[in-house]
């Protein structure tokens, strides 16, 4: 009889750690979530100032006007400097494209390119919610903060791993180290400088990402004008990345 209650008590054992695990995988959803919608509606327009700063001090600044809608459509017009005014950078789920003014027609690009040069990569600057392209596989609770593990969907998403370090007041990420497949780390943004953009939303002003992979450069992303607002679908096409600009009228 004893032998038949040992592998008994491991199979429940093994049952328990298993709907624990699951339990902790569906917490760490749910705050993932949580941080999406804490960070910005699901459609809406801001503005962003990005600057470069290279390691002698130089600095090269860009401002967009981005607008967004649903899960996976977002748009970008460079507004300065002049020599990139009306470029524009399109996402339709895991596709890019790049509009130039004077070549007169979208070109492919891919995520890990940057259309700033600089740290931020495409993925960086037409960010999708997280929850759209990561699941939450666990959950830390420590004094100050959250710590979410996530991975990637599918391959094709820019970074294999990320480590997110969630702010407990405002369910906002305060750090997030983003890993490659091979577990080396690719950058690390820093999320700072809380403001209150209007209709509910609290979330970081400022993101600045360095890497080990070029070192002693910096980028930084300043965001402004935050607000709800809805588009037509038909903003969100390869036709459309020439008249961006009409949305500011």
Do not use: C
Not at 25 to 34: H, I, M
Not at 209 to 226: A, C, E, H, Q, W
């Amino acid at each position: 009889m004893k032998s038949l209650l040992v592998p008994f008590f491991l199979l429940i054992s093994s049952l328990n750690l298993i709907s624990a695990q699951a339990q902790d995988a569906t917490a760490a959803n749910a705050l993932l979530l949580e941080v999406d919608q804490r960070l910005q509606p699901q459609s809406y327009e801001m503005y962003r100032k990005l600057i470069n700063i290279e390691p002698n001090g130089k600095q090269k600044s860009f401002v967009l006007y981005t607008v967004k809608k649903g899960k996976d459509k977002m748009l970008a017009l460079f507004l300065d400097p002049a020599s990139e005014r009306g470029r524009s950078s399109l996402r339709i789920g895991e596709n890019m494209w790049l509009y130039i003014p004077n070549v007169g027609k979208p070109l492919r690009i891919t995520s890990l390119q940057s259309v700033v040069g600089g740290v931020f990569n495409n993925s960086d600057i037409l960010q999708l919610d997280y929850s759209v392209e990561y699941d939450a596989t666990e959950m830390l609770e420590e004094a100050q903060h959250y710590l979410l593990t996530l991975k990637a969907k599918s391959r094709s998403v820019a970074y294999d791993q990320l480590k997110m370090w969630v702010d407990k007041e405002y369910k906002t990420p305060l750090k997030i180290e983003a890993y490659s497949a091979s577990g080396m780390l690719i950058k690390t943004l820093h999320y700072s400088k809380i403001k209150d953009f209007g209709n509910g939303y609290i979330r970081p002003a400022m993101l600045e990402t360095d890497s080990p992979l070029y070192k002693g450069y910096k980028s930084v992303m300043l965001f402004d004008g935050i607000q709800p607002r809805e588009f037509n679908d038909e903003v969100f096409s390869l036709n459309y990345m020439n008249k961006v600009g009409e949305l500011r009228e």
